[in-house]
């Protein structure tokens, strides 16, 4: 049970925990789901927690640089999604299929 | 938001009164879309009830009410219901956003006639308005049916590739006024018109005021345009393309369900207009009044600093009102009188068409101020 | 003009030439390819003259003309500019450089023209051009070595232009091989006189020779000094490694003219002289160059005695000439060195035209015991061949003379030199007048032995030209270096033009006192009779009973034998440098690289593809599982971070 | 409890639940809808930290158009529930889920070891930024110190739009074969 002042205080480290436990959560839907959309979405979702860690940051600390860096961090994740989004598509049109194993068949 | 509990309930009160045009407003436009597309169609439209048919809102409203409560068995429940709510939020939280008129200064209080100020107004309604393709998604997946999926993708699609148009043809303001503050973007267009460029001035006759279009025509042809897409109005509406889609994503609604859906789309048509008064119009401005001017006046002629300022508030959302009702009908004119697109002639506009003018307009205009600045 | 312009032009036109040349060099005719060839030549030619002439306006101190094109080389302590100066030394060798050799591309478009690859030859011929001034005027010893290298490459070149004959390509490879011994001594000999000095300018470092004496650098300069002088000996054929100058007559002739007896060979001597005040320093390595160089002199001649080949004999007497420029430069005549180069570049390249004429009109014939007679088949060229002939064996008032007299007498007289060295020059000089009477004879005058099948006919005007030019040089050219004793009794006492020129240059030995007149007279006129006496014998020999000779060289017997196989040198080589380096390389070859290198990389290759192996069985394609692999690193990391 | 306090837990508990919905629904759909609401919510705990501006891309970017994608993109495929939502190996699984464990366990180790440093930090509110929102300052910061990586960011982005047209042109991947 957390002391009641880490209840009434917010500071950094309540944000960069939050954080911390959004990007494991994401984490775990990369490694443990088996739906492609999906585990984008857990990407998608590590992202977002970074973001957040790095605003809190950059708040606290005074300083823009975060921010510059989380617009960084969503075009990437923008470009990212777009590209991942028509491979997943094209391979979906091919085989009606997007279970991540199945993708192993795919080499070569 | 307040300091002690005069300033806090007038806030509220203010809120609810913002959340009541959009609503209240809605059957209201309704009377007018009809009557003005019977006028326009040679028809008398609703006339039988009361004045001039105005009973007919009533009458609408209590059917919408007393309508039968119905779920088609293939829906998802949870999605179908709460879409119709999805719908109402953009609208209103944009909407929330547009300052109506000038602010009131009443004794140390100053309330501003808008929902909330927001310092980055612009990129706020853009961002609501962006959530806008969920309601529409959420329907037409909730209410299990092939059509409402159709109409649902074809939307949210044209609405996402939409917004880049919206969204770019807004920089063109954002750049020359510098600001990302809706009233401080209203306030910059009340000075007279006057060019000055490199030095070379030209000043228009003090009548004309700086409006936004005057600087920016181009990035205004294509904001309205997308404005029309963005709320999914004809020409542009085929979500609900009668003739391939019965009624696109909203088939299945049915009753105040559907009223919800209505005062969505309706929403979107006044935050459109708004924001085309606000960039473009001068928002609340009085053309050819200065905003000094007025409150000179007032401070003459009104008894009292505080009815002073209420007078010129009132008056600026007088002019305000009276601009968005021009604009709104102008959306009503044309639906009634444009034929719909075809979706590949659509997709066509959006991105082949209006992208690039507003990337150009972009450009230009970021080139335009550079040198100016030199 | 300014100065830098004019520095280019003589510089830069032979390697346009060359370039011009060389591109779609199969195209090209005969004509073409010379004229651009020898245009470019004499351009350079002019330039240079128009350079001297501003030089001789200049007071006598500051005659020096420097011009840095851009720094070249700049590492913190080694600064080395694309730098050149001409100065009252390489003047003359400038001027000999290209005048001689516009007379003998002159020459050549008369001698190749029925050659297939003639545009080739005159690309490198311009290409040598081009070398030889960066050696000549480069201004530090970097500079220098590349324009030793590259007359070292186009004489490779030149030697072995006929390549699809064995013999030839392997005799430019032999020149190519020897001089590279040469030039690695000479880099050694440049990294010592960096480090000893700093620098490689010369200039600089003629400036700081006088304060090495206080500073006690005696023997890095003595070792500096060597190393040079072995350089020099690998390009300027000087004892040990002189072997390849003979072979290297497997080039046509003019290049023979040109580069094995004018120009490059002297490189070495004009190299020595560039350098004299620090020689000077070195009183040790200079006794080694006199003693080589008279050596060199005495058996070059004596094996140029029995040559039947007319550009072996030649290329004999080359070697021994240098041996006399190298004894000169040995008992301190840098001054006498640098007269006797110019006079020898004429009248040896004047020789080797002529005997290229000869060949001409013999058609590649080039054993002299089938030749003789041809006096009355090709007058010009027997005519200039005499002139030359006389100036080389030193008939009195031709340019030979003076030079070899200077020499023989600074051999004597410098206190540096010693009686040993005189003897030995004078023994040179009367060889030299057998083997070259010897010459004469069998070539041009007796009666014909020439083959039926052959009609000698005189070569055409182009190629006369240059042989009338050379020989009137050969005449004239030893009068701007008259000995003062000649020029007292002279009317106008003309005096040494050439030594006052040099004077600011090359300073005399230290400690030499005036000469004695009536000595000099007499060593005068004992070389000269000497000289005299055995010519007539071998006028006697040759031409009155041509029987003689056999019966002198059997009475002579394993002497002549030795002599006549060049005292087996080249055998010597063979037998215990070369094949042991072959036997050694081959089981370096085999123990070292074949069963211990290779192996070992096998080894380490086989390794590399095990390892491969059982990582492939990680990259199973299931995606997640590289995710989880990047988890673990990270955790990995931070944790590493966070117990740290 | 003050008003900003209560606004992020509310909040945090509302992203908290979006992002573990996201992960542990078995209908795409639904984790889909999920990650829109995370993402809502990650935007709000933006305007909680005066990053106004950039709450407001962040709604625009990934909830106005990363993630509607993704629900369209789903509509069209009309996926089932899954019969296996979940890695099925055991060992990997396990192995998996140990390596999320320990990552969970590192980061909350190394937030743990140095929070009082932070705490220290949290008791000064930013000044940098001039109180209200910096978005002025972002703007300047990014066009002048960060210019090149925006510039770079640019042609990624011409790239990627590209890339994209091309995949969803070619019919079904490299496969392709009519």
């Given at each position: 049970?957390?002391?009641?002042?880490?209840?009434?205080?917010?500071?950094?480290?309540?944000?960069?925990?939050?954080?911390?436990?959004?990007?494991?959560?994401?984490?775990?839907?990369?490694l443990?789901?088996?739906?492609?959309?999906?585990?984008?979405?857990?990407v998608?979702?590590?992202?977002?927690?970074?973001?957040?860690?790095?605003?809190?940051?950059?708040?606290?600390?005074?300083?823009?640089?975060?921010?510059?860096?989380?617009?960084?961090?969503?075009?990437?994740?923008?470009?990212?999604?777009?590209?991942?989004?028509?491979?997943?598509?094209?391979?979906?049109?091919r085989?009606?299929?997007?279970?991540?194993?199945?993708?192993?068949?795919?080499?070569? | 938001?307040?300091?002690?509990?005069?300033?806090v309930?007038?806030?509220?009160?203010?809120?609810?009164?913002?959340?009541?045009?959009?609503?209240?407003?809605?059957?209201?436009?309704?009377?007018l879309?009809?009557r003005?597309?019977?006028?326009?169609?040679?028809?008398?439209?609703?006339?039988?009830?009361?004045?001039l048919?105005?009973?007919?809102?009533?009458?609408?409203?209590?059917?919408?009410?007393?309508k039968?409560?119905?779920?088609?068995?293939?829906?998802?429940?949870?999605?179908?219901?709460?879409?119709?709510?999805?719908?109402?939020?953009?609208?209103?939280?944009?909407?929330?956003?547009?300052?109506?008129?000038?602010?009131?200064?009443?004794?140390?209080?100053?309330?501003?006639?808008?929902?909330?100020?927001?310092?980055?107004?612009?990129?706020?309604?853009?961002?609501?308005?962006?959530?806008?393709?969920?309601?529409?998604?959420?329907?037409?997946?909730?209410?299990?049916?092939?059509?409402a999926?159709?109409?649902?993708?074809?939307?949210?699609?044209?609405?996402?590739?939409?917004?880049?148009?919206?969204?770019?043809?807004?920089?063109?303001?954002?750049?020359?006024?510098?600001?990302?503050?809706?009233?401080?973007?209203?306030?910059?267009?009340?000075?007279?018109?006057?060019?000055?460029?490199?030095?070379?001035?030209?000043?228009?006759?003090?009548?004309?005021?700086?409006?936004?279009?005057?600087?920016?025509?181009?990035?205004?042809?294509?904001?309205f345009?997308?404005?029309?897409?963005?709320?999914?109005?004809?020409?542009?509406?085929?979500?609900?393309?009668?003739?391939?889609?019965?009624?696109?994503?909203?088939?299945?609604?049915?009753?105040?369900?559907?009223?919800?859906?209505?005062?969505?789309?309706?929403?979107?048509?006044?935050?459109?207009?708004?924001?085309?008064?606000?960039?473009?119009?001068?928002?609340?401005?009085?053309?050819?009044?200065?905003?000094?001017?007025?409150?000179?006046?007032?401070?003459e002629?009104?008894?009292?600093?505080?009815?002073?300022?209420?007078?010129?508030?009132?008056?600026?959302?007088?002019?305000?009102?009276?601009?968005?009702?021009?604009?709104i009908?102008?959306?009503?004119?044309?639906?009634?009188?444009?034929?719909?697109?075809?979706?590949?002639?659509?997709m066509?506009?959006?991105?082949?068409t209006?992208?690039?003018?507003?990337?150009?307009?972009?450009?230009?205009?970021?080139?335009?101020?550079?040198?100016?600045?030199? | 003009?300014?100065?830098?312009?004019?520095?280019?032009?003589?510089?830069?036109?032979?390697?346009?030439?060359?370039?011009?040349?060389?591109?779609?060099y199969?195209?090209?005719?005969?004509?073409?390819?010379?004229?651009?060839?020898?245009?470019?030549?004499?351009?350079?030619?002019?330039?240079?003259?128009?350079?001297?002439?501003?030089?001789?306006?200049m007071?006598?101190?500051?005659?020096?003309?420097?011009?840095?094109?851009?720094?070249?080389?700049?590492?913190?302590?080694?600064?080395?500019?694309?730098?050149?100066?001409?100065?009252?030394?390489?003047?003359?060798?400038?001027?000999?450089?290209?005048?001689?050799?516009?007379?003998i591309?002159?020459?050549?478009?008369?001698?190749?023209?029925?050659?297939k690859?003639?545009?080739?030859?005159?690309?490198?011929?311009?290409l040598?051009?081009?070398?030889?001034?960066?050696?000549?005027?480069?201004?530090n010893?970097?500079?220098?070595?590349?324009?030793?290298?590259?007359?070292?490459?186009?004489?490779?070149?030149?030697?072995?232009?006929?390549?699809?004959?064995?013999?030839?390509?392997?005799?430019?490879?032999?020149?190519?091989?020897?001089?590279?011994?040469?030039?690695?001594?000479?880099?050694?000999?440049?990294?010592?006189?960096?480090?000893?000095?700093?620098?490689?300018?010369?200039q600089?470092?003629?400036?700081?020779?006088?304060?090495?004496?206080?500073?006690?650098?005696?023997?890095p300069?003595?070792?500096?000094?060597?190393?040079?002088?072995?350089?020099?000996?690998?390009?300027?054929?000087?004892?040990?490694?002189?072997?390849?100058?003979?072979?290297?007559?497997?080039?046509?002739?003019p290049?023979?003219?040109?580069?094995h007896?004018?120009?490059?060979?002297?490189?070495?001597?004009?190299?020595?002289?560039?350098?004299?005040?620090?020689?000077?320093?070195?009183?040790?390595?200079?006794?080694?160059?006199?003693?080589?160089?008279?050596?060199?002199?005495?058996?070059a001649?004596?094996?140029g005695?029995?040559?039947?080949?007319?550009?072996?004999?030649?290329?004999y007497?080359?070697?021994?000439?240098?041996?006399?420029?190298?004894?000169?430069?040995?008992?301190?005549?840098?001054?006498a060195?640098?007269?006797?180069?110019?006079?020898?570049?004429?009248f040896?390249?004047?020789?080797?035209?002529?005997?290229?004429?000869?060949?001409?009109?013999?058609?590649?014939?080039?054993?002299?015991?089938?030749?003789?007679?041809?006096?009355?088949?090709?007058?010009?060229?027997?005519?200039t061949?005499f002139?030359?002939?006389?100036?080389?064996?030193?008939?009195?008032?031709?340019?030979?003379f003076?030079?070899?007299?200077?020499?023989?007498?600074?051999?004597?007289?410098?206190?540096?030199?010693?009686?040993?060295?005189?003897?030995?020059?004078?023994?040179?000089?009367?060889?030299?007048?057998?083997?070259?009477?010897?010459?004469?004879?069998?070539?041009?005058?007796?009666?014909?032995?020439?083959?039926?099948?052959?009609?000698?006919?005189e070569?055409?005007?182009?190629?006369?030209?240059?042989?009338?030019?050379?020989?009137?040089l050969?005449?004239?050219?030893?009068?701007?270096?008259?000995?003062?004793?000649?020029?007292e009794?002279?009317?106008?006492?003309?005096?040494?033009?050439l030594?006052t020129?040099?004077?600011?240059?090359?300073?005399?030995?230290?400690g030499?006192?005036?000469?004695?007149?009536?000595?000099?007279?007499?060593?005068?006129?004992?070389?000269?009779?000497?000289?005299?006496?055995?010519?007539?014998?071998?006028?006697?020999?040759?031409?009155?009973?041509?029987a003689?000779p056999?019966?002198?060289?059997?009475?002579?017997?394993?002497?002549?034998?030795?002599?006549?196989?060049?005292?087996?040198?080249?055998?010597?080589?063979?037998?215990?440098?070369?094949?042991?380096?072959?036997?050694l390389?081959?089981?370096?070859?085999?123990?070292?690289?074949?069963?211990?290198?290779?192996?070992?990389?096998?080894?380490?290759?086989?390794?590399?593809?095990?390892?491969?192996?059982?990582?492939?069985?990680?990259?199973?394609?299931?995606?997640?599982?590289?995710?989880?692999?990047?988890?673990?690193?990270?955790?990995?990391?931070?944790?590493?971070?966070?117990?740290? | 409890?003050?008003?900003?306090?209560?606004?992020?837990?509310?909040?945090?508990i509302?992203?908290?639940?979006?992002?573990?919905?996201?992960?542990?629904?078995?209908?795409?759909?639904?984790?889909?809808?999920?990650?829109?609401?995370?993402?809502?919510?990650?935007?709000?705990?933006?305007?909680?930290?005066?990053?106004?501006?950039?709450?407001?891309?962040?709604?625009?970017?990934?909830?106005?158009?990363?993630?509607?994608?993704?629900?369209?993109?789903l509509?069209?495929?009309?996926?089932?529930?899954?019969?296996?939502?979940?890695?099925?190996?055991?060992?990997?699984?396990?192995?998996?889920s140990g390596?999320v464990a320990?990552?969970?366990?590192?980061?909350?180790?190394?937030?743990?070891?140095?929070?009082?440093?932070?705490?220290?930090?949290?008791?000064?509110?930013?000044?940098?930024?001039?109180?209200?929102?910096?978005?002025?300052?972002?703007?300047?910061?990014?066009?002048?110190?960060?210019?090149?990586?925006?510039?770079?960011?640019?042609?990624l982005?011409?790239?990627?739009?590209?890339?994209?047209?091309?995949?969803?042109?070619?019919?079904?991947?490299?496969?392709?074969k009519?």
């Open positions: 049970m957390p002391s009641s002042d880490f209840l009434q205080q917010v500071g950094l480290p309540h944000y960069l925990i939050l954080s911390a436990i959004l990007f494991v959560a994401g984490m775990a839907g990369v443990l789901r088996r739906n492609a959309m999906v585990i984008l979405m857990s998608e979702l590590m992202l977002n927690a970074v973001n957040l860690s790095f605003v809190a940051f950059s708040h606290y600390l005074g300083q823009m640089d975060g921010q510059v860096m989380v617009f960084f961090v969503m075009t990437i994740a923008a470009a990212e999604v777009s590209v991942g989004l028509a491979i997943l598509v094209s391979i979906f049109k085989f009606k299929e997007i279970n991540i194993r199945f993708f192993e068949h795919l080499k070569g | 938001m307040g300091h002690d509990i005069f300033e309930s007038i806030n509220a009160i203010k809120l609810i009164v913002v959340f009541l045009i959009i609503v209240q407003a809605v059957p209201f436009l309704v009377w879309e009809r003005g597309s019977a006028f326009i169609q040679n028809r008398l439209g609703p006339n039988r009830i009361g004045p048919g105005l009973m007919q809102l009533a009458a609408d409203a209590v059917k919408f009410f007393f039968e409560e119905f779920v088609p068995a293939s829906a998802v429940k949870l999605l179908y219901y709460a879409a119709p709510v999805v719908a109402l939020i953009p609208a209103t939280l944009a909407f929330a956003a547009i300052p109506l008129g000038q602010p009131v200064q009443w004794n140390e209080y100053t309330f501003r006639l808008q929902g909330y100020e927001i310092n980055v107004g612009i990129v706020f309604v853009l961002a609501v308005s962006s959530l806008a393709p969920y309601a529409i998604l959420l329907a037409g997946w909730g209410s299990g049916n092939k059509y999926l159709m109409g649902a993708l074809r939307a949210s699609a044209q609405v996402i590739s939409y917004e880049l148009a919206l969204g770019l043809s807004i920089v063109g303001m954002i750049m020359l006024y510098g600001t990302f503050n809706l009233s401080e973007m209203v306030l910059a267009q009340q000075a007279p018109l006057s060019y000055s460029f490199l030095g070379a001035n030209w000043t228009a006759p003090s009548w004309l005021p700086a409006w936004g279009i005057f600087y920016q025509p181009l990035g205004a042809i294509v904001f345009a997308a404005s029309f897409a963005e709320s999914n109005r004809l020409p542009f509406d085929l979500a609900e393309g009668e003739a391939e889609l019965v009624a696109g994503f909203h088939v299945e609604y049915g009753g105040f369900k559907m009223l919800l859906f209505f005062i969505g789309e309706y929403g979107h048509m006044i935050v459109a207009s708004a924001l085309m008064v606000l960039f473009y119009f001068g928002g609340y401005t009085i053309p050819g009044i200065s905003m000094a001017d007025l409150n000179q006046w007032a401070a002629h009104a008894p009292g600093a505080n009815a002073a300022s209420l007078t010129v508030g009132l008056l600026t959302l007088l002019c305000f009102f009276v601009k968005l009702a021009l604009f009908w102008l959306f009503i004119q044309v639906r009634w009188t444009l034929p719909r697109f075809r979706y590949d002639q659509l066509d506009l959006g991105w082949k209006m992208l690039p003018w507003a990337l150009f307009n972009t450009i230009l205009t970021a080139a335009l101020v550079y040198v100016a600045h030199l | 003009m300014t100065q830098q312009t004019l520095m280019a032009i003589l510089i830069l036109s032979p390697l346009v030439g060359f370039l011009i040349n060389g591109v779609r199969k195209k090209h005719s005969a004509e073409v390819a010379g004229a651009i060839a020898t245009g470019a030549a004499v351009i350079s030619f002019i330039s240079a003259l128009i350079m001297v002439i501003d030089l001789v306006g007071p006598a101190e500051e005659r020096r003309i420097t011009v840095q094109f851009f720094d070249w080389i700049t590492i913190e302590k080694l600064k080395i500019s694309a730098g050149f100066t001409l100065d009252q030394i390489s003047a003359i060798m400038v001027l000999v450089v290209t005048g001689v050799g516009s007379l591309h002159l020459f050549s478009i008369g001698y190749m023209r029925h050659d690859g003639v545009a080739k030859y005159f690309s490198y011929l311009n040598f051009l081009f070398n030889m001034l960066l050696l000549v005027l480069g201004d010893l970097l500079v220098m070595f590349v324009g030793w290298e590259g007359v070292g490459l186009c004489s490779y070149l030149l030697i072995g232009f006929w390549f699809t004959d064995k013999e030839k390509a392997a005799a430019g490879m032999k020149a190519f091989i020897t001089n590279r011994v040469g030039d690695a001594a000479f880099l050694l000999g440049m990294f010592v006189l960096f480090l000893t000095f700093g620098t490689l300018n010369f600089e470092i003629n400036h700081m020779v006088p304060l090495t004496s206080e500073l006690m650098w005696m023997a300069i003595t070792l500096g000094t060597l190393f040079l002088f072995i350089g020099a000996t690998g390009k300027s054929a000087q004892i040990p490694l002189y072997v390849w100058l003979p072979d290297a007559m497997a080039g046509p002739t290049v023979s003219a040109l580069i007896a004018a120009t490059m060979v002297t490189a070495g001597v004009y190299m020595i002289i560039r350098l004299n005040p620090l020689f000077m320093m070195a009183p040790n390595t200079m006794m080694v160059i006199a003693i080589i160089g008279g050596l060199t002199a005495v058996l001649a004596t094996i005695m029995t040559q039947w080949d007319i550009k072996k004999v030649l290329a007497s080359t070697v021994s000439q240098l041996g006399y420029m190298f004894l000169a430069c040995g008992v301190g005549a840098f001054g060195a640098l007269f006797h180069l110019m006079t020898h570049a004429f040896k390249a004047l020789m080797f035209l002529g005997s290229g004429s000869v060949i001409h009109a013999m058609h590649e014939e080039q054993d002299i015991r089938k030749m003789g007679g041809l006096k009355k088949h090709l007058p010009y060229t027997h005519a061949f002139v030359g002939w006389l100036a080389i064996i030193g008939a009195p008032l031709l340019s030979g003076f030079s070899k007299d200077e020499i023989l007498w600074q051999s004597f007289h410098s206190p540096r030199g010693h009686v040993l060295f005189w003897i030995m020059g004078v023994l040179g000089a009367v060889m030299t007048a057998f083997y070259m009477t010897r010459l004469m004879a069998l070539t041009f005058w007796g009666k014909s032995r020439v083959s039926k099948d052959v009609h000698p006919h070569s055409p005007m182009i190629m006369l030209i240059p042989l009338i030019v050379l020989a009137i050969s005449a004239v050219g030893g009068w701007i270096g008259i000995p003062h004793i000649i020029s009794i002279l009317p106008g006492q003309p005096g040494n033009i030594e020129w040099l004077e600011p240059l090359i300073k005399a030995v230290p030499t006192e005036a000469g004695e007149p009536s000595q000099e007279w007499a060593l005068m006129a004992t070389s000269v009779t000497l000289a005299a006496i055995s010519a007539f014998v071998a006028f006697h020999f040759y031409v009155k009973d041509p003689k056999k019966k002198v060289a059997e009475s002579l017997g394993k002497v002549y034998e030795v002599v006549y196989n060049k005292y087996f040198v080249d055998e010597a080589y063979f037998g215990w440098i070369i094949n042991p380096l072959v036997k390389s081959k089981g370096i070859w085999y123990y070292v690289d074949v069963n211990f290198i290779d192996k070992t990389t096998y080894v380490v290759a086989d390794l590399v593809r095990g390892g491969g192996q059982f990582v492939r069985g990680m990259q199973n394609g299931n995606i997640q599982q590289y995710a989880m692999y990047i988890g673990l690193g990270v955790v990995a990391m931070m944790t590493y971070v966070l117990m740290r | 409890m003050s008003a900003d306090v209560f606004l992020f837990w509310f909040l945090a509302l992203t908290l639940a979006g992002g573990l919905t996201t992960v542990l629904v078995t209908n795409p759909i639904y984790s889909a809808l999920a990650l829109a609401f995370a993402m809502i919510g990650v935007s709000a705990l933006f305007v909680t930290l005066n990053a106004y501006f950039l709450a407001g891309v962040q709604l625009i970017v990934y909830a106005g158009a990363v993630t509607v994608l993704f629900v369209m993109v509509m069209m495929f009309d996926l089932k529930h899954e019969i296996t939502a979940f890695t099925r190996g055991k060992f990997t699984g396990l192995v998996k390596t320990l990552l969970a366990g590192i980061l909350v180790g190394a937030i743990a070891m140095t929070s009082d440093l932070f705490l220290k930090i949290s008791g000064t509110p930013e000044v940098a930024l001039g109180g209200g929102d910096g978005t002025k300052e972002l703007g300047k910061i990014l066009f002048s110190k960060y210019i090149f990586g925006f510039e770079a960011l640019g042609i982005l011409l790239i990627v739009a590209i890339g994209a047209v091309a995949l969803a042109r070619s019919k079904g991947g490299t496969h392709a009519q």
